[in-house]
């Protein structure tokens, strides 16, 4: 299915699912950057981010958007949440 032919509902589902992998991800990803250290865990998501970023750029279908800001939703949550504790680890 071709962008010029969406659903209002299928657009509506790109933010919902951002929103959705963030959730998901929030019972998850913190503990892995407790487990495993937060540098990794937080460069590990950084990179997940750009790939998506640049899948953007050649997704020619609504449900390889809407999958990208799931997994975009998923990576947000180790920039945010373990890169803001991993900062306050570095102050004195």
Do not use: N
């Not at 487990?35 to 990179?47: H, N, S």
């Not at 997704?59 to 958007?65: D, E, H, R, V």
């Amino acid at each position: 299915m071709h962008l010029d032919k969406v659903s209002l509902f299928d657009v509506g589902l790109i933010g919902s699912f951002y929103f959705l992998g963030g959730t998901i991800a929030l019972f998850f990803v913190p503990r892995l950057g407790d487990i495993y250290g937060r540098k990794y865990i937080f460069f590990g998501c950084m990179v997940l981010q750009a790939v998506v970023y640049i899948w953007f750029l050649f997704a020619t279908s609504i449900y390889g958007a809407i999958t990208g800001m799931f997994i975009s939703g998923i990576s947000s949550v180790g920039r945010s949440s373990v890169g803001f504790v991993l900062l306050l680890e570095y102050l004195p």
